[in-house]
């Protein structure tokens, strides 16, 4: 028959995640989630899917032809969120314009982008994040960092490194130089994809004094600890990159205070792939793998786009990439307790049935035999099922 040689695929990019996978992600989550309420942030939920002009009024326009759209019935053109922090910007801007600042979420959930499925990232993939909205302060940013820390550190990684730029560092440098929109546009794009021989190729081609072409160059190459600062102050010569790493310096000494300053690096050739930043971004990174495991930074103008302008500051972690760094890492997998398995003897149903509610009423992961077996049976039933094993005799 037809049906006996079906395929049962999913669709390109998703992904099943089996019992023993979806505990761990589930705990995981759960665990991230008591991190962020201890920090004082609330959860919030929005929805999967979103009006598409909502999702582009700021930066989002840029990863448009990476959205998952749709119509609905009237024709408009709605789309799956491909990020947590411009849905949590229109409810703050409009459900919850009112509460008193700052202003403190965090959300759970998945987000879908179509690109490239790769290791740690399908086009559905789940973050985890949190958003501190009416700060404009060097110690929200160094919050936001300091928690971003502690989550990687909550989901039992012991091997990892957030790095540390500024944007308008980057815009300072590029504005000191004459150059057009077109060409600082085209040298971004490179320092986000970190093409280091395109970033030269393209400023070898510029009629730019030779200076000028050193500085640019080093842009992705100025990475280190707050010596590499003072390098930077000597190539600052507009107000504008000057103020970004005072900025930085003031972020920094924060974070000595958080006790997590050892964890973090500055890398001055960081460009979020949004187009939303406006001050400090970063990216987190563990040895051994191949992409980022969280990221985020200030983006002062987004909440401008829905009306109701607003400094803010947040980050997202990916969580398989967690998954994937603690396992690489050598890190237990963190799954609620081993359960219990209840097994009778014949004509004991009844009093099972009433051990496996006693049980359940600890707090216990209980599964109740569906027949009588004898205590051999009981007994690799829970050994298949990595359980614990109760015998009602």
Known sequence: ???????????????????????????????????FGGWGYDEIVTPTI????????????????????????TNRTLALRHEMTTPLARVASSRLKDEPLPLKLFAVGPVFRYEQSQTGRQCEFYQAG????????????????????????????????????????????????????????????????RNLVALEKAVDAMQIPVPAK?????????????????????????????????????????LKAYGVAD???????????????????????????GFSLCGGGRYDHLLSSFGNPC????????????LLARAAQGGAAQTAATGVYVGYAAGRDASAIEKALAL??????????????SEQEAKRSAD?????VVYVA
Do not use: W
């Open 130 to 193: 949190v958003e501190l909205m009416g700060s404009p302060s060097p110690a929200a940013d160094a919050e936001v960092l300091a928690l971003c820390v502690e989550t990687l550190r909550a989901a039992g990684l012991k091997d990892f490194r957030l790095y540390l730029g500024q944007v308008e560092f980057i815009n300072g440098i590029m504005e000191q130089y004459p150059l057009t929109e077109a060409q600082q546009a085209e040298l971004r794009s490179y320092l986000e994809k």
């Open 50 to 73: 979103e009006y598409l002009d909502n999702l582009t009024l700021s930066g989002g326009s840029v990863l448009e032809p990476h959205m998952f759209k749709l119509f609905d019935r």
């Open 214 to 254: 050193q500085a640019l160059k080093k842009l992705p190459l100025l990475s280190g600890g707050e010596e590499m600062l003072e390098q930077a102050y000597g190539m600052a010569l507009s107000e504008k990159s000057r103020r970004a790493l005072d900025n930085l310096s003031a972020i920094y000494r924060l």
């Open 311 to 322: 400094p803010a500051t947040g980050f997202a972690v990916g969580i398989e990439r967690l």
């Open 263 to 289: 964890a973090v690096q500055f890398d001055l050739g960081i460009i979020r792939d949004f187009g939303y930043y406006t001050g400090m971004v970063f990216e987190g990174y563990a040895p051994g793998l």
């Open 384 to 388: 298949a099922r990595q359980a614990a």
């Open 1 to 35: 028959m037809e049906n006996e040689n079906m395929v049962l695929e999913i669709p390109y990019g998703t992904r099943d995640f089996l019992p023993r996978e979806a505990a761990e992600k589930r705990a995981l989550e759960t665990r991230l989630a008591r991190l």
């Open 360 to 373: 359940r009423a600890e707090g216990r992961q209980v599964e109740l035999a569906m027949r009588p077996q």
